[in-house]
C-alpha cells in the first residue's frame, strides 16, 4: 500500500502537482491509475495543489470525495421530522434547566464547496494566534524576526512562540525543531542534558509552543532552557450541574460488521430502561461502512450502506424516547473523511428517533452546563506514531496531550485529513469539563487539571486487523457520568452479571 501512495503522489509531483490526502485514498480505493491523469487535467493553471474538488464527477453531496455506494434495494421509509437541539437562558453560570441540550459548536450546517489552497495559509495562521494567545498569558515573548533580523536580543534570555514546522534528532542525540511565526523562522536545539529535552522529545509538527532561551553567538541557533505549551491552566475549576442528571457515553458501534456484538446491545437496551440517565452520547463509528479498508466486504453481515444505517436506526428507535441522543460520525461513517466532519445527513438519519440530535465532528455540547467535546480520535493514529511510548493501549495517554496542545489533531498531512479553512475549528475551547472520544476501540478514564478524559471503547469483538496488530478491545462497556459530581462509572455488558 506504501508503495502505491508514493508512486500515485510521484505523478502528481512530475506534473509539478501537491495532492490532498482525500485525493491520494480516493485513488488508492478507486484502483484506477488512469484517473490520474483526468484529476490532473482538472486542475486549474494557477493551482499546485490537486484537491477533492478536481476529481472528475466530484458533487458536494456529503460526501468528500464521493465513493461508491451500494443502493438498497427496499423503498426508503418516510422521513422522520430531525430534531433540533435547544438553547435555554442562562443565569452566568452556565446554568442549564434540567433535560436542556445545547449544541456550543458542531451543529449540522450546509457544505462550504470545497477549499482552495489559499485556505491553508488563513487556517494555520488561526491556529498559531489562537493558540499563542492562551501562551501570551504565561509571559512575554518577541516575534521570531526580533531575534534573526537584529542584534538587539543577541545575548538576553527571551522567548518566542512558533508553531513546529520541521523536527529531527542531531548526530550527538539532541532535538532540533525549526519553529516559525507570521515574521521568521528559527532553528531550536533542545540540549539532551537539560531537562527540557523531555518534552521536545513529544514534539509534533504543526503544534504551537514557547520556548525561553538565548540565541547562538552567530545568531544561527536559539538554546532551548524551557518550553511550554497552551495546555489547561493550573487553576481550571469546572462546572458541576445543580441539578440530578445522568449522562452515558458510548462509541464505535459498527453496525454491519460481523464482529458486532447483538447480544450485550440488546442487554445494554434492556438495562437503559431501568436507568435513571437523560442522556446518551455516542462519539462516531455508527456503522462499519462501506469499502473503508481492503476486502472489508467479507467481514459485513450487512453490506449495504442505507440498510446498515437502517438497522441502527432500528437499534436506537428501540431506546428509551424520553432520552435525548446525541450522535457525532466517525471515520467508518458515510461522510467527508477530512475533520472536521460534517453531520450525518438526512439519508441516513430519517432512520432515526425524534429523540436524536444529530452534530459534528468534533462537537462541543453542554447538557446541563456541564461542558462536553464530543471527537472521535482518529487523529489516535498519528499521535501514537509520533510521541515516543504512546500506546493504544492507552487513550487516556493520548487525550492528555491533546490537552496539553488545545488541540485535537495538530499534524496536517498523516493519517488524519484535515480540512483547510479560514478558521481551525479543531482547537480546543472552551475548555470542556468532559472529553469525549472513541476510534481505538480501548477503554481508557483519566482526570487531566479538572478535564476528565474518557475514552468508551467499542461494541465490536476483535477484528481481523486487531488480531494482526495485537490490540485486545475493551467492548461492550458503557460510561456514565453523575454532572452533579462528574464522577465515571464504567458498566460492562459482556456477560450477565452487572
Not at 168 to 195: Q, Y
Not at 285 to 310: F, H, N, S, T, W
Request: glycine fraction near 6%; include cysteine; charged fraction near 25%.
Amino acid at each position: 500500500m506504501t508503495g502505491m501512495r508514493d508512486e500515485i503522489i510521484s505523478k502528481f509531483l512530475a506534473a509539478d502537482l501537491q495532492v490532498h490526502p482525500e485525493v491520494v485514498l480516493y485513488l488508492l480505493e478507486s484502483d484506477d491509475p488512469d484517473l490520474i491523469d483526468g484529476i490532473i487535467a482538472n486542475v486549474p493553471p494557477e493551482a499546485f495543489v490537486a484537491l477533492p474538488a478536481h476529481i472528475p464527477g466530484f458533487k458536494v453531496e456529503g460526501f468528500e470525495p464521493p465513493r461508491p455506494r451500494i443502493k438498497s434495494e427496499e423503498p426508503l421509509p418516510e422521513t422522520a421530522k430531525p430534531a433540533v437541539s435547544k438553547k435555554s437562558e442562562t443565569d452566568g453560570e452556565r446554568f442549564m434547566p434540567e433535560g436542556d441540550v445545547d449544541v456550543v459548536y458542531g451543529l449540522p450546517a450546509p457544505g462550504n464547496g470545497g477549499v482552495d489552497f489559499n485556505d491553508f495559509v488563513f487556517y494555520f495562521r488561526d491556529r498559531y494566534e489562537k493558540l499563542a494567545r492562551y501562551l501570551r498569558k504565561r509571559g512575554e515573548a518577541i516575534p521570531i524576526s526580533a531575534l534573526t533580523q537584529t542584534d538587539r536580543y543577541r545575548q538576553d534570555d527571551v522567548s518566542v512562540i512558533g508553531m513546529v514546522s520541521d523536527l529531527r534528532n542531531t548526530a550527538n542525540g539532541h532535538r532540533m525543531a525549526v519553529l516559525e511565526d507570521p515574521t521568521d523562522s528559527i532553528n531550536v536545539l533542545f540540549n539532551n542534558k537539560r531537562d527540557v529535552f523531555e518534552e521536545a522529545e513529544k514534539l509534533i509538527p504543526d503544534e504551537v509552543v514557547m520556548v525561553r532561551g538565548k540565541l547562538s553567538s552567530d545568531g544561527n541557533l536559539f538554546f532551548a532552557d524551557t518550553m511550554m505549551r497552551p495546555d489547561i491552566p493550573l487553576n481550571n475549576a469546572p462546572f458541576k450541574s445543580r441539578t440530578p442528571g445522568k449522562a452515558v457515553f458510548i462509541s464505535d458501534v459498527h453496525v454491519g460488521s460481523d464482529t458486532f456484538l447483538y447480544d450485550e446491545w440488546d442487554r445494554f437496551s434492556e438495562w437503559l430502561h431501568d436507568f435513571d440517565a437523560q442522556y446518551l452520547l455516542i462519539a462516531g463509528d455508527l456503522v462499519d461502512g462501506i469499502g473503508i479498508y481492503p476486502d472489508q466486504d467479507k467481514e459485513l453481515i450487512i453490506a449495504d450502506i442505507d440498510r446498515q444505517y437502517k438497522e441502527f436506526g432500528r437499534m436506537v428507535s428501540a431506546l428509551p424516547r424520553d432520552m435525548q441522543i446525541i450522535i457525532s460520525p466517525g471515520n467508518h461513517d458515510a461522510i467527508r473523511g477530512s475533520e472536521p466532519q460534517p453531520a450525518l445527513p438526512e439519508r441516513f438519519s430519517k432512520y432515526f428517533p425524534e429523540n436524536v440530535v444529530l452534530v459534528e465532528n468534533p462537537a462541543f455540547v453542554r447538557l446541563q452546563g456541564v461542558g462536553i467535546l464530543m471527537y472521535h480520535g482518529r487523529s489516535y493514529d498519528d499521535l501514537i506514531s509520533m510521541i515516543p511510548g504512546a500506546s493504544y493501549t492507552k487513550p487516556e495517554d493520548m487525550m492528555v496531550e491533546m490537552l496539553k496542545r488545545r488541540h485535537l489533531a495538530c499534524t496536517y498531512g498523516m493519517r488524519t485529513p484535515i480540512l483547510a479553512a479560514k478558521e481551525d475549528n479543531l482547537i480546543i475551547d472552551p475548555v470542556p469539563e468532559i472529553l469525549h472520544t472513541g476510534h481505538v476501540h480501548i477503554c481508557g478514564v483519566v482526570n487531566y487539571r479538572g478535564v476528565l478524559c474518557m475514552n468508551t471503547g467499542t461494541w465490536q469483538s476483535q477484528t481481523l486487523f486487531q488480531k494482526q496488530m495485537n490490540i485486545q478491545p475493551t467492548p461492550a462497556r458503557a460510561m456514565v457520568v453523575d454532572l452533579q459530581t462528574l464522577e465515571p462509572k464504567i458498566f460492562d455488558f459482556m456477560d450477565k452479571a452487572e
